[in-house]
């Protein structure tokens, strides 16, 4: 029997599962590691353990009944969602939507941000050990959710973007309580950032940890705050405005340290410059209709369908049979809270999209997780899959 | 750089082989498959597209050329979105993940749904659905409904057995 030497003893390399059902994972993520001691070496995630067919499942529905899926991608932004899909169907009707509608998908928009991103700094904290910040966001999340289930009825899955629109106006109230929720919302980021920012526990964890260079970063087509996190001073709310995103002033938050505290500072930023963009949508919202009357695409408001016997026969028609989109490809994507989130649409001249393509942010930043991962410990693996915000509903569609 | 700037050089560098049309707000080069590949690297290292946001394939049944593979590029110095579509015969055709790392895990989803195999990818494997699953069901082909029994799980040792 030959002795195996110390130095090939201390080399073996050990295939380590983590997941499906692993806490940290935020869903059903199964990372297959190859660990040397405790150094990763290797990680190959394996996905779709939720995947539900989403893009089939589009080209046999009308445009509008594929609205309710784009919820479940995302699930926690699912008006960014709507959003995105809407305005790559709009691109081929080329509509103008109303003023009113306009600042409202906005409001939304930046609301399912900070939601999100409430969401992600709580968690990730969670996982990294300091759970105080958990119940503090929770307590904001849910002041957001309220917002939403006010104007929408539905606190997470709300479908409330229409194609040409908004599906209805909001109450009076909204508005009174994001004005109450503008007002405090600053101060309680602060709160956030007291409990993290400084941490001494919180800084060993993340600073220097899960470096992906501004290379890199690029090469694997990372986006959001993971791409802004390693540098790279892009955001498609500036660079490619959609809606009437070129009105607002904000910041895009950059950071160059390429590590995981850089991500956390970048979300904690574009939470306050969210909130800052709230603020002037709700100084410059005026009033009006918030759906458009462009009649290839228009829903009747409900007003005009008990009254109007043509409102009501295009309902029932635009309800039952849907609206064909002239033939050709459109794409529209979105600064999504966790990155670009696109929509590309084929369409064949039917009521039904012929190829439908979701570009979800997290499938792509989740690529970039072995570049990110390599060299470290498995106790940081955890804060590194954090870091990248990943939602499974939206990697496994 | 604007677009039409781009395809003027491209046309100069790539005679007879480009097209390109703008359409719902959207901007896309066509481009003959001899040149392809070298189209795309040439659009990253000459004309800074550095970022590969997508790759979609198509599939259309009834053409000659049974597949569209788009591109989904954007150059962050410009401020420049553009499509280049490269439409092939058969299912076969090349990798650009030794062009961009985010490839990787875009061809192995596309090779997964619509079964558009990249040639020389380094690891082309199924990655949302699981490795027994017979056909590719964003085919035009592959039925919405029926519920598939995978017989062939049991055969690749994978110890499962679906049973009605």
């Given at each position: 029997m030959s002795a195996i030497s110390e130095k090939d003893n201390l080399s073996e390399i050990i295939t380590v599962n983590m997941g499906p059902q692993h806490p940290s994972t935020h869903g059903v993520l199964r990372l297959v590691v190859d660990l040397d001691g405790e150094t990763i070496v290797g990680v190959r995630p394996d996905i779709g353990y939720l995947h539900r067919g989403v893009e089939k499942l589009a080209e046999h529905r009308t445009y509008h009944q594929f609205i309710p899926l784009t919820d479940r991608l995302d699930y926690l932004s699912p008006l960014s969602n709507n959003l995105a899909y809407c305005l790559a169907v709009e691109k081929f009707f080329n509509v103008k939507i109303p003023e009113r509608a306009e600042y409202l998908r906005v409001i939304f928009a930046e609301l399912a941000r900070i939601a999100s991103h409430l969401v992600w700094v709580a968690t990730h904290a969670l996982d990294i050990g300091a759970m105080t910040v958990f119940l503090y966001a929770f307590r904001e999340r849910e002041l957001i959710l309220?917002?939403?289930?006010?104007?929408?009825?539905?606190?997470?899955?709300?479908?409330?973007?229409?194609?040409?629109?908004?599906?209805?106006?909001?109450?009076?109230?909204?508005?009174?309580?994001?004005?109450?929720?503008?007002?405090?919302?600053?101060?309680?980021?602060?709160?956030?950032?007291?409990?993290?920012?400084?941490?001494?526990?919180?800084?060993?964890?993340?600073?220097?940890?899960?470096?992906?260079?501004?290379?890199?970063?690029?090469?694997?087509?990372?986006?959001?705050?993971?791409?802004?996190?390693?540098?790279?001073?892009?955001?498609?709310?500036?660079d490619e405005p959609y809606g009437i995103y070129d009105r607002f002033k904000f910041e895009v938050a950059v950071q160059d340290s390429c590590d995981i505290y850089a991500r956390y500072l970048v979300r904690v930023k574009e939470m306050r410059?969210?909130?800052?963009?709230?603020?002037?949508?709700?100084?410059?919202?005026?009033?009006?209709?918030?759906?458009?009357?462009?009649?290839?695409?228009?829903?009747?408001?409900?007003?005009?369908?008990?009254?109007?016997?043509?409102?009501?026969?295009?309902?029932?028609?635009?309800?039952?049979?849907?609206?064909?989109?002239?033939?050709?490809?459109?794409?529209?994507?979105?600064?999504?809270?966790?990155?670009?989130?696109?929509?590309?649409?084929?369409?064949?001249?039917?009521?039904?999209?012929?190829?439908?393509?979701?570009?979800?942010?997290?499938?792509?930043?989740?690529?970039?997780?072995?570049?990110?991962?390599?060299?470290?410990?498995?106790?940081?693996?955890?804060?590194?899959?954090?870091?990248?915000?990943?939602?499974?509903?939206?990697?496994?569609? | 750089m604007t677009f039409n700037d781009l395809v003027a050089k491209l046309t100069e560098k790539f005679p007879s082989?480009?097209?390109?049309?703008?359409?719902?707000?959207?901007?896309?080069?066509?481009?003959?498959?001899?040149?392809?590949?070298?189209?795309?690297?040439?659009?990253?290292?000459?004309?800074?597209?550095?970022?590969?946001?997508?790759?979609?394939?198509?599939?259309?049944?009834?053409?000659?050329?049974?597949?569209?593979?788009?591109?989904?590029?954007?150059?962050?110095?410009?401020?420049?979105?553009?499509?280049?579509?490269?439409?092939?015969?058969?299912?076969?055709?090349?990798?650009?993940?030794?062009?961009w790392k985010s490839a990787s895990f875009l061809e192995r989803e596309q090779y997964d749904l619509v079964g558009v195999v990249f040639e020389g990818h380094p690891d082309l494997r199924r990655i949302l659905l699981p490795e027994f699953f017979e056909g590719h069901p964003l085919r035009k082909e592959y039925p919405l409904k029926g519920r598939k029994w995978f017989n062939n799980a049991d055969e690749q040792g994978l110890g499962l057995k679906f049973t009605r």
């Open positions: 309220d917002m939403f289930e006010i104007a929408t009825g539905q606190r997470m899955t709300s479908s409330w973007i229409r194609v040409g629109g908004i599906r209805e106006d909001v109450p009076p109230l909204f508005f009174e309580k994001l004005r109450e929720f503008v007002s405090i919302f600053e101060e309680r980021v602060d709160t956030y950032e007291r409990l993290l920012t400084k941490n001494r526990i919180w800084l060993k964890r993340t600073v220097g940890v899960g470096k992906l260079t501004k290379e890199d970063a690029l090469d694997y087509g990372v986006s959001g705050p993971t791409m802004r996190g390693s540098g790279v001073d892009f955001d498609l709310r500036r410059e969210a909130n800052k963009i709230l603020q002037q949508a709700l100084e410059q919202i005026p009033e009006g209709p918030v759906m458009t009357d462009d009649p290839r695409i228009q829903i009747p408001s409900h007003e005009d369908v008990y009254e109007k016997m043509e409102a009501l026969i295009r309902r029932f028609y635009i309800i039952t049979k849907g609206f064909t989109a002239p033939k050709g490809e459109a794409y529209a994507c979105v600064e999504a809270p966790k990155g670009e989130l696109g929509f590309y649409i084929v369409s064949d001249g039917d009521t039904k999209p012929y190829r439908l393509k979701i570009r979800a942010p997290s499938f792509v930043n989740l690529g970039a997780i072995e570049a990110m991962a390599k060299g470290y410990m498995i106790a940081d693996l955890v804060g590194i899959i954090g870091s990248i915000d990943i939602v499974l509903g939206e990697i496994d569609r | 082989k480009i097209n390109s049309y703008e359409k719902f707000g959207s901007k896309y080069i066509v481009v003959d498959r001899s040149v392809a590949k070298d189209l795309l690297r040439s659009m990253k290292y000459d004309f800074g597209f550095t970022y590969l946001v997508d790759i979609v394939a198509v599939h259309w049944p009834k053409r000659k050329e049974k597949f569209d593979v788009v591109y989904n590029l954007f150059s962050i110095n410009d401020k420049l979105r553009v499509f280049v579509k490269c439409s092939i015969e058969n299912e076969k055709t090349f990798t650009v993940t030794d062009i």
